[in-house]
């Protein structure tokens, strides 16, 4: 669509000063050897709102800058821009999807022609509804000739070359609310909603995880293959989940219970391998751990001598001939050097220490678990001849019923007929025979068992008493002894008496002052014990408050608080005790 225009020149300076492409009202090029890339002035793009086919806003204008619009000749009819002074027209709130506007001001004389050659430059129409007062509504097929139109807003319209009221008009372009357009926008939010949750899902789908294969049903054929790969090492893991499920699901019955039995007996056979497996790894971890420590010890006699290469670099007869900067880094190199050496040899002691308090440990309780160890050796033979009894009578069980069965049968059919069943029934009553003189063997080691168990527990209570019996009869010497070192010195015996027993008690009362003279107001004994496990975890707490009730001229016990906040507070008062003793 070409439409003729006065002043071509004219054109093309509004739209410069727009900041745009100077291009006809058609989006043809007016000046033919305009570059794009440059535009017709620096810094500005060649865009213009007027272009079709191109759903981009325009560039923001900046406030100050006066926008100067130029006379847009139509073939009927001549558009004349607004004052450029004067403010840019008001517009309500763009509705979503908006496709059509609203056209007011139009002249009385205005016919529908005139209108589609005003805003056909615009875009495709899809319908114009006019109104008999002077104004329309025009949709669009796009959303950006919306912004199109909207140029047009605030421009003077003649009809020809008329002067008369009727045919000029000003147009006001502003945004309108469609049931077509939002309904339209709607469908297009719900297709991308659809299209994400699609590509949301696929992308689920692709990271989620194999679900397993499902589990067979039980079948004799299926019991077969799974008992077959309950012996195999490589498949054992596999087939025991399959047990597993199979249990689970309640397969078990009276027909089935036979080879259920071979299928866990047949997992049973895995504990040794287990376990030899798992003797086998702390061997290699064993050695591993020798293997660490040798390759530390020999990094830390590396280490030893590449520091005292640096204490010998540092005497007086070879730093002299080193400048300030290169003994400054053999300084930081010694000093870094030792730093890694010491943080390698706390580790290779600390691996040491741990080894000796392992040997200490197994040497000390050596004596002390001989007998716990019997004893508890004796508890699990008799926890385990328990389970045994226990499966042995839950096969009794099954064998009783198995002869019942076999008895009802019988008692259906005559005997004569079926030879077999007699001689399964003997053998079934054989292996019942059998199973009932095991189970009482079992019973008879049980209570053996569990009478040695009764001995030793009377064993060790004697050992208790005889204990208890030392321990007064040294309490008793030591108060014989105390008692004539009293009568022999009388200075001893002030000695003697004194509530400190221990150089780690007169410690712990040393520590226990300078932590209290720094807490005038005092502090419980539980704030008094976190600090003292912080040095010792092995300190206990009723041991600290029995020494310091007895040291009473050194510490005092306050409460303070009222009634639900009432709290016992420890305190130093050693320097008005000085006084009293």
């Not at 003729?4 to 410069?16: C, E, G, L, R």
């Not at 008009?169 to 609310?177: K, S």
């Not at 077959?228 to 009276?254: H, P």
Request: charged fraction near 30%; aromatic fraction near 6%.
């Amino acid at each position: 669509m070409t439409l003729p225009m006065s002043d071509p020149t004219a054109w093309a300076t509004a739209m410069n000063n727009l900041g745009m492409a100077p291009l006809g009202i058609a989006g043809q090029p007016i000046l033919p050897d305009f570059d794009p890339a440059l535009g017709m002035m620096t810094g500005i793009p060649p865009i213009t709102p007027m272009m079709p086919g191109l759903g981009i806003v325009p560039p923001p204008i900046p406030p100050d800058m006066p926008v100067v619009k130029e006379i847009i000749h139509c073939k009927s009819c001549t558009l004349f821009p607004p004052n450029p002074n004067l403010p840019p027209p008001a517009t309500r709130e763009r509705p979503p999807g908006c496709k059509t506007v609203f056209v007011g001001g139009l002249p009385e004389n205005g016919t529908e022609q005139i209108i589609v050659e005003v805003f056909e430059q615009c875009g495709e129409i899809i319908a114009i509804r006019k109104s008999k007062k002077n104004f329309c509504h025009i949709r669009f097929a796009e959303e950006y000739m919306v912004d199109k139109a909207l140029y047009l807003s605030g421009y003077r319209i003649r009809l020809g070359s008329s002067t008369d009221k009727k045919d000029t008009g000003r147009l006001h372009v502003d945004f309108a609310q469609a049931r077509d357009d939002l309904y339209e926008w709607e469908c297009k939010q719900r297709m991308l909603a659809r299209e994400e949750r699609h590509r949301r899902r696929m992308e689920e789908e692709r990271l989620r995880p194999p679900s397993p294969p499902p589990v067979v049903h039980y079948s004799d054929h299926e019991c077969s293959i799974v008992a077959e790969k309950l012996k195999d090492d490589s498949k054992f893991s596999e087939a025991v989940q399959t047990l597993l499920t199979w249990i689970e699901r309640g397969e078990v019955n009276r027909r089935s219970a036979n080879n259920f039995y071979s299928m866990i007996q047949s997992a049973n056979s895995h504990v040794r391998r287990l376990v030899n497996e798992k003797a086998t790894h702390e061997k290699d971890m064993e050695e591993a751990k020798e293997k660490f420590k040798q390759a530390l010890s020999g990094i830390l006699i590396q280490f030893e001598q590449i520091v005292a290469v640096y204490h010998s670099a540092s005497k007086q007869k070879a730093w002299d001939h080193f400048t300030k900067a290169q003994r400054k880094n053999i300084s930081v190199w010694c000093k870094q050097a030792e730093e890694i050496r010491n943080i390698h040899n706390d580790e290779l002691m600390g691996i040491r220490r741990e080894e000796e308090m392992e040997m200490s440990d197994d040497e000390i309780e050596e004596t002390a678990e001989t007998k716990e160890t019997e004893e508890s050796a004796l508890v699990s033979q008799a926890e385990a001849l328990k389970e045994e009894n226990d499966s042995l009578r839950w096969q009794l069980d099954a064998y009783r019923n198995e002869v019942e069965l076999l008895k009802q049968e019988q008692g259906k059919a005559h005997r004569d007929d079926d030879p077999n069943k007699e001689q399964q029934l003997k053998l079934l009553q054989q292996a019942l025979q059998g199973m009932q003189q095991h189970l009482l063997k079992v019973q008879e080691e049980y209570k053996k068992k569990e009478a040695e168990l009764e001995k030793i527990k009377d064993d060790k209570l004697q050992v208790e008493k005889m204990l208890e019996n030392l321990k007064e009869q040294e309490n008793c010497a030591s108060r014989l002894c105390a008692s004539s070192q009293e009568s022999d010195c009388p200075l001893e015996k002030t000695m003697n008496s004194s509530p400190i027993k221990s150089e780690r008690e007169a410690l712990l009362v040393g520590i226990i002052s300078t932590f209290l003279h720094v807490h005038p107001f005092g502090a419980s004994i539980e704030y008094i014990c976190s600090y003292l496990h912080r040095l010792d975890n092995k300190i206990c707490t009723s041991d600290v408050e029995c020494l310091m009730g007895k040291l009473q001229h050194t510490f005092k016990q306050e409460l303070t608080g009222v009634g639900a906040s009432l709290e016992k507070r420890w305190k130093f008062c050693g320097f008005e005790g000085l006084k009293l003793t």
